[in-house]
């Protein structure tokens, strides 16, 4: 709403009718151009301002127009709404737009613009449309791997200038690899590309390979060029641009018939726009090597049996102490329990527990909360575990920093997020593991992934409905931390440079406490199309682990890998004669809290566009015995390079599929590939593809009907018409 003098836009508002959603003393109005403290429906304030004063109970009213954030909006606090004006539509973005290019280059067409300084960025839409950073053509030239990187007899590279910034790119078979040149020198009769050494190990010479349970065992490394990206000299064609960040100038090639001094030109600055934070944050494990041990004491490393970073602290020797000082509200201590596990005792802050603890079990199994206490006061805490006999093991140690509070009953809604980068691969690299997850380059290489537009760090009670995210260079949506009995609808989600939404997270696997655990989540009926853009690993659907997630009724299209990715753990809580039948030297079982997920009446297509080795639907992972997950009334079709359009992989188990409809003519309609995949029934679905691979474990497929010449059955036509977003 544009202000045409303070007594107009008061006569003009007040003729408007207040939204019914909200009581007087309850609802906040924000305007692109609102200024003061009164925040009212005559006199609308900053959205900052706004943010400010929303209390328990309020609704955040946002007028028409463009909101240009220069900084994340911080929502902390509970019990509040964020909705658009009715009938109006606002726009938030991170973007900030660019004006006054002149020619610099006329013979190819060139312009120029200055930016401020320090600008970084990864990304550019122009007039709507993301604009291609500069880049050569696909696999440019003969390149051949050296020690520091590549070398190419085209000498043209060694021109190159801002080396620094250039960027190797490779797709190779589920993985999108990138790393940040150090130098290009000219040799004898080409050019040497030296990438940057941390990236070059983590992605070529010493690939991260955790295993169970944060990845598997094919590492496929960067041993090649797709292209190069991110230099002057690779402006070719119409639609790209480059960054020159030391200089501030921003270069871009028009589009046939686009007038540059007209163009909406929008440089993404941001990553997230809203970010909604309970306590704790993220909590991970430390490794055992951070106690104090007292007593005799065997510091075992490499053992490769599953341990956390594959070492443990162990004693025979009773009465031997392991301590361990924190800062926060509760521990876990996290061992193995096995047949000859021995007892514990405990104390807190030099109080003794009556109880005494147990590492025995039945069976083997790493990592293991074998102790927990919670609730302490906040402030730093001590506690003692004591060897009771016969043994005792540590293998890590988890600090819950805070009290579990979730920012909890937030509703967000009728709001288009637009404008975001991410900028961290343009310093480090993209070292990828899958579907749009990284490793953090510092060692013990911790599990990373992008940011989101929209953050939830630890929510209760969310919902995310009517939502637009577009033209972002991250994730859409992402539920992290904990986030529990929330909901993302009907939001339309698309040309994103990494994945749709993401839900839960890799690392929390050991978990028992539900409290801190990811539950409860609804996905449905939103339209997720052309995501993974620039990350092509990237999925639309992203969920790790999780109990009682369910993904209904989406329709998903259009990407470059998998449609739906969820769970995560690989063979980690698959039996050991199960992982020794895979061909695994060596047992790496634990358990995963995830279970009762559903897949469900999706519509999912054109998926698979670019990398391989993935699916429409693709699961990973063990699911709960207890708990049985379903994957049931999806119609997957035209998936180019899929292998499996229902794809269960390593470790999946405990799935009942059934009634989908399956499309596509080349690959297979179902697969799963190793014994570690176990206890799945597949029935009573449909088919134009007789392709099968089962090499699982007590897998089931019966009663399958297979058509031709698209003669579907009426059930079939039924579970077709049925898929994809409601009305």
């Known amino acids: 709403m544009r202000h045409l003098g303070l007594a107009a836009a008061v006569l003009t508002a007040m003729s408007l009718a207040a939204p019914a959603a909200a009581a007087p003393d309850t609802a906040i109005y924000a305007a692109p151009d609102g200024f003061g403290r009164t925040c009212a429906r005559y006199l609308p304030c900053t959205v900052q301002t706004a943010i400010d004063r929303l209390h328990h109970g309020s609704v955040l009213y946002l007028r028409g127009g463009t909101y240009r954030l220069t900084d994340t909006i911080q929502l902390n606090q509970s019990d509040v709404s964020i909705r658009a004006y009715p009938g109006e539509k606002p726009v938030l973005t991170g973007a900030k737009r660019i004006t006054g290019f002149t020619p610099h280059d006329p013979a190819k067409n060139i312009y120029v613009a200055r930016v401020p300084r320090g600008t970084d960025t990864r990304q550019l839409f122009v007039d709507g449309i993301r ?51 150090s130098a290009i020198t000219a040799t004898g009769a080409g050019s040497n590309l030296v990438v940057q050494p941390d990236c070059w190990q983590d992605n070529n010479t010493a690939v991260i390979n955790s295993q169970f349970p944060f990845n598997g065992n094919g590492l496929p490394k960067l041993d090649g060029i797709s292209w190069l990206e991110n230099a002057y000299q690779f402006l070719a064609k119409p639609g790209q641009w480059y960054l020159d960040r030391e200089a501030s100038q921003l270069y871009y090639i028009p589009l046939p018939g686009q007038d540059i001094a007209r163009a909406d030109v929008e440089l993404p600055l941001l990553d997230t726009l809203i970010e909604a934070s309970g306590t704790p944050g993220h909590i991970a494990p430390v490794d055992d090597t951070a106690g104090t041990y007292t007593g005799t004491w065997t510091n075992s490393t490499g053992r490769q049996l599953g341990d956390f970073q594959d070492g443990v602290h162990a004693t025979q020797a009773v009465g031997a102490s392991v301590s361990y000082t924190f800062t926060g509200t509760g521990l876990d201590v996290l061992s ?67 009290q579990v509070r979730p920012v909890h009953d937030v509703t967000i809604t009728g709001l288009t997020f637009t404008g975001t980068t991410w900028t961290l691969p343009s310093h480090v690299g993209y070292i990828d593991n899958q579907a749009g997850v990284q490793w953090a380059v510092k060692a013990p ?143 790496r079982r634990g358990t995963i809290y995830s279970g009762d997920n559903h897949i469900l009446g999706n519509n999912i297509h054109d998926v698979m566009r670019t990398l391989l080795d993935g699916g429409p639907i693709y699961t990973l ?41 399956v499309s596509n003519r080349t690959g297979r309609w179902v697969g799963m590939w190793t014994p570690t995949i176990h206890d799945i029934t597949i029935h009573d679905n449909f088919t134009d593809n007789t392709v099968v691979k089962n090499l699982g474990t007590n897998v089931i497929i019966s009663n399958t009907t297979v058509v031709t010449n698209n003669n579907w059955p009426a059930a079939a036509q039924a579970i077709m018409a049925a898929a994809g977003p409601r009305p």
């Open 621 to 661: 992972g063990g699911q709960d015995i207890k708990a049985e997950s379903t994957v049931v009334g999806n119609w997957v079709h035209d998936a180019p390079n899929n292998n499996n359009m229902l794809y269960h992989d390593e470790g999946s188990s405990y799935w009942d599929t059934h009634d989908n409809v």
């Open 336 to 402: 193995e329990t096995a047949t000859d596990g021995g007892q514990f005792t405990v104390t807190v802050d030099g109080k003794r527990d009556p109880a005494t603890y147990s590492e025995h079990g039945d069976v083997r199994l790493a990592q293991q909360v074998v102790y927990s206490t919670q609730n302490l006061r906040s402030g730093r805490h001590t506690v003692t575990l004591t060897n009771a006999g016969p043994n005792l093991l540590i293998d890590a140690f988890t600090v819950t920093p805070h």
């Open 131 to 181: 604009a291609e950073r500069a880049r050569t053509a696909l696999n440019p030239a003969t390149f051949i791997a050296t020690p520091t990187g590549f070398t190419t007899p085209d000498p043209s590279f060694a021109n190159v200038t801002n080396q620094g910034d250039a960027e190797v790119v490779q797709e190779n078979k589920w993985k999108h690899m990138r790393c940040p040149l």
């Open 445 to 587: 290489h911790a599990p990373l992934r992008p940011p989101a537009a929209l953050e939830i760090h630890r929510g209760n009670n969310i919902t995310v409905s009517g939502n637009t995210f577009d033209h972002l260079g991250d994730v859409g949506i992402a539920f992290t931390d904990g986030t529990q009995n929330s909901a993302i609808t009907r939001n339309t989600i698309t040309d994103t440079s990494a994945g749709g939404v993401a839900v839960g997270e890799v690392d929390d696997y050991y978990l028992t406490d539900p409290a801190r655990m990811t539950l409860n989540t609804t996905i449905a009926d939103n339209t997720i199309t052309n995501v993974g853009q620039d990350y092509h690993d990237a999925v639309g659907v992203w969920v790790g682990h999780g109990r009682r997630t369910v993904i209904e009724h989406n329709e998903i299209a259009h990407t470059p890998y998998s449609g739906i990715s969820l769970g995560w753990g690989w063979g980690w809580a698959s039996p050991c004669e199960l992982q020794a039948k895979q061909g695994l030297a060596v047992c």
